[in-house]
């Protein structure tokens, strides 16, 4: 994607965090493997946002490195605003 240029063109999405029931009970851990993974990306040169529970959209600059992030549980009214200018940001309209 980055040597294409395509981070102009995509919404990345961080998953909110499991509730403690479902940690308990030994599933899947969203932050343990976000963590993991983003070192991983660091290595080529992508630099994902820190974990969130509140879950996350976000935009990379064509260097790799974080340009804009909305977090998922925004109020609706900021939430809307904010993807908007996520939108506009990545030169999407809707």
Do not use: C
């Not at 999405?13 to 308990?24: C, E, F, G, R, V």
């Amino acid at each position: 994607m980055k040597g294409k240029g395509l981070f102009n063109k995509t919404i990345f999405i961080m998953p909110h965090i499991n509730d403690a029931q479902t940690l308990a009970q030994g599933q899947f851990d969203v932050e343990q493997h976000w963590e993991k993974t983003s070192r991983t990306l660091l290595e080529w040169g992508l630099g994902m946002p820190q974990y969130s529970a509140d879950g996350m959209f976000f935009s990379l600059g064509q260097d790799g490195r974080l340009l804009r992030s909305v977090r998922m549980n925004a109020g609706w009214g900021t939430f809307a605003k904010n993807i908007q200018t996520l939108l506009r940001d990545l030169s999407i309209t809707i």
